[in-house]
């Protein structure tokens, strides 16, 4: 599905780029409605609200950056408009309650737009109680799509308490539009007016969580990231453009231009580079508060975000001085990508974004010179495996992390999974993670005696409490390898578990399965193919290890979108 999104995306993105350009102003709602047919609108929600789980889900953080670079190589508008709804879907999935969320994303399936309105006007905007209800006093500025943007999040000085995340409905809330605002040198389209909200009333439902949540790191400042992958989309665009114009204009044999392309190219290429660290941070880090974490996701999008607008720059000045006048006018796309770019460059608190990177620096003096320590490579895979502690954490935060209860994706893996069994009834099986006990239930129809295992006291919980009425089905707290049943089995399922393992972990299981496993049984491994930052080991590591070992043999392979599925027999000993 994601794959397919991405490639919907991009046809879209090159029609809508090599449109003339006409000097319209215009929002871009048209070309909005398009990106909601395609599923853009309401991918960043939560899975279990109808989303893909973009930039929540482990793995999905590259996803979501390559598709704001999309969007935004086709339109910075466009671009910006639909960073706005991204960053706010994620605040109200973070910070609100499931209620709050579900209705979002009924009203944003419906066709509304979230967005973020966090500049301040000349009148601090606050929230006051009169007669025992709220209402908004004071202004918000450079609220972008302010004209058609029904959603968005809006902070406002809650009194004694610090800036709290609003939600209001703006169609019913009568603030007023400020339009003689908004002359800008760019980025006209994304109508940014400003909007006076003094009067409007506001429901307690609409307030989204605490008092200084917004500003809470590393979600605040690491967000940065997004408004740079958009940014990014017009550097890879003004690269395809240019190359296309040289050989128009039958430039593609002077030495000059073809210098000037080369230098262009590899600016692009740093900066796509930077996205992709960016996400690789991201999955780390995105939403660990712990200090290290917090750290290291704040330093990777001011470093970011201050080498885009470098490399933005000087690929500007490139372009510009390689089409000369001619190419900057009217109809010819340059025209307006330049005007945009060098508006939606100019982003807060930049000079504090690169001190603040010098400063980092300045505290990791001392450390290896080679940079290991300094945040300058990508971080090394874990190669240890996963411990307790990790997990605990995991359900401590929400009690089906994975959405295994509600996820569409995770009820097609369930179905594939159970298609797969070679046999219809199994006399003694054991599922190793078996969490919630989702799949549990589902395996439990096909077995006589059914063995669940997990490391997490919060899952086991659950899971017994989800197949109370299977008398077949018993539970055990075990950490694997450490931990195993002493017990023969017909059938061994592995699902979305053993690549929390290290390699030498994985080969330690495989050994003590082995002396556990009847001859004839059968093994079932279920994997997400995405590499996890967090994980030693990927699902396709996992797969091609158990294929190599001599015990068994493959009966089954099949390969899907996110993950693979491999039936093994356990050889005659």
């Known amino acids: 599905m994601l794959e397919a999104l991405l490639r919907e995306s991009r046809a879209l993105a090159h029609e809508l780029a090599m449109r003339p350009n006409l000097g319209l102003n215009a929002a871009p709602r048209r070309e909005l409605e398009r990106l909601a047919a395609l599923g853009l609108m309401m991918a960043p929600f939560p899975v279990a609200a109808g989303g893909l789980g973009l930039g929540i889900d482990a793995g999905t953080h590259l996803p979501l950056l390559k598709l704001l670079t999309i969007v935004g190589g086709a339109d910075l508008a466009l671009g910006r408009i639909y960073e706005g709804h991204v960053n706010g879907v994620l605040l109200v999935a973070r910070y609100g309650s499931a209620e709050q969320v579900a209705r979002l994303a009924d009203e944003c399936r419906a066709g509304m737009i979230s967005g973020v309105w966090n500049t301040g006007g000349p009148q601090v905007l606050r929230i006051e109680a ?36 609003t939600l209001p409905k703006m169609d019913t809330l009568g603030a007023a539009l400020d339009r003689s605002f908004w002359h ?109 974490h917090r750290e290291r996701m704040i330093e990777c999008a001011n470093r970011m975000r201050i080498a885009i607008e470098r490399k933005a720059t000087r690929v500007m000045e490139l372009v510009t001085t390689g089409v000369g006048a001619h190419g900057l006018l009217q109809p010819h796309p340059f025209e307006r990508i330049l005007r945009d770019l060098t508006m939606y460059l100019r982003q807060p608190a930049p000079d504090q974004a690169l001190a603040a990177t010098g400063r980092a620096s300045l505290d990791k003096s001392g450390r290896y010179a080679d940079g290991t320590e300094w945040g ?63 799949l549990t239930a589902c395996l439990a129809v096909h077995c006589r005696r059914l063995l669940g295992i997990d490391v997490s006291d919060q899952a086991l919980t659950l899971a017994a409490r989800r197949c109370a009425a299977l008398p077949q089905v018993r539970f055990a707290r075990m950490q694997v390898p450490e931990e195993l049943p002493n017990e023969q089995f017909d059938l061994v399922v592995l699902s979305e578990v053993a690549y929390y393992w290290s390699m030498t972990d994985l080969h330690r299981v495989a050994d003590a399965f082995a002396k556990r496993h009847r001859a004839g049984g059968h093994l079932v491994l279920v994997h997400l193919t995405e590499p996890v930052a967090d994980y030693p080991l990927t699902g396709d590591d996992v797969h091609g290890y158990w294929l190599t070992r001599p015990e068994w043999k493959s009966m089954h392979s099949s390969r899907h979108e996110r993950f693979r599925i491999d039936v093994l027999q356990r050889h005659e000993v």
């Not at 058609?148 to 610090?162: D, H, M, S």
């Not at 008092?211 to 990014?232: E, L, S």
């Not at 300058?376 to 495996?385: G, I, K, R, V």
């Not at 509600?406 to 190793?432: H, W």
């Open 130 to 165: 009169v007669q025992g209800r709220l209402r908004f006093e004071g202004i918000k500025t450079f609220a972008t799509g302010a004209a058609f943007v029904q959603r968005p999040i809006v902070t406002a000085e809650l009194e004694g308490q610090g800036w709290q995340m």
């Open 376 to 438: 300058l490579w990508a971080s090394d895979p874990a190669t240890e495996s996963l411990q307790p502690k990790y997990f605990q954490k995991i359900y401590q935060l929400k009690r089906d992390p994975w959405d295994f209860e509600s996820s569409a994706y995770e009820r097609d893996k369930y179905a594939r999974t159970i298609q797969s069994l070679p046999r219809g009834m199994y006399d003694n099986a054991v599922e190793v993670g078996c969490s919630i006990g989702v």
């Open 184 to 292: 800008p040198l760019g980025m006209e389209s994304s109508e940014s007016f400003q909007v006076d909200f003094s009067g409007g009333a506001l429901q307690q439902e609409e307030l989204i969580g605490a008092p200084g949540d917004f500003y809470r790191d590393p979600m605040f400042r690491g967000g940065a990231i997004r408004f740079a992958a958009v940014q990014t989309g017009a550097l890879v665009r003004l690269h395809g453009l240019f190359t296309a114009w040289l050989k128009e204009v039958g430039r593609e044999g002077d030495p000059y231009q073809i210098a000037r392309l080369g230098e262009i190219s590899i600016l692009t290429q740093e900066a796509v580079l930077w996205v992709e660290r960016a996400a690789l941070v991201a999955e780390q880090s995105f939403y660990r508060e712990e200090k290290q």
